[in-house]
Nanobody, 127 residues
Framework: QLQLVESGGGLVQPGGSLRLSCGAS????????MGWFRQAPGKEREGVSC??????????YYADFVKGRFTISRDVAKDTVYLQMNSLKPEDTAVYYC??????????????????WGQGTQVTVSS
């Protein structure tokens, strides 16, 4: 069965940090462009960050609202994608999802979309 599994969410105070992880079963993440998305209550899902496949050079892209605070990366040996989140704000509170796209490059995910989605992990930023 092909699936993605996120972990690492939780409750953190404003200004704090969390690292989300995304692993897969049934396929190898290195061949896919990987995206992180989030959805807050009452809001639409929005893209947070993307990393192209290892074959495509692992280029990274960030939404403006997380630039300078979040870092996406992949560990090829562990076949895991991470989202390091620093300087967290209350408005970062949401369910975070990882997704895999066979498009391989982040630019192509706009046209081709994502093929697999994780179940989501809750991130709550509150004092």
């Amino acid at each position: 069965q092909l699936q993605l599994v996120e972990s690492g969410g939780g409750l953190v105070q404003p200004g704090g940090s969390l690292r989300l992880s995304c692993g897969a079963s049934g396929f190898t993440l290195g061949y896919y462009a990987m995206g992180w998305f989030r959805q807050a209550p009452g809001k639409e899902r929005e893209g947070v960050s993307c990393i192209s496949s290892s074959i495509s050079g692992s280029s990274t892209y960030y939404a403006d609202f997380v630039k300078g605070r979040f870092t996406i990366s992949r560990d090829v040996a562990k076949d895991t994608v991470y989202l390091q989140m620093n300087s967290l704000k209350p408005e970062d509170t949401a369910v975070y999802y990882c997704a895999a796209s066979a498009a391989m490059s982040c630019a192509d995910t706009v046209r081709k979309g994502y093929d697999f989605w994780g179940q989501g992990t809750q991130v709550t930023v509150s004092s």
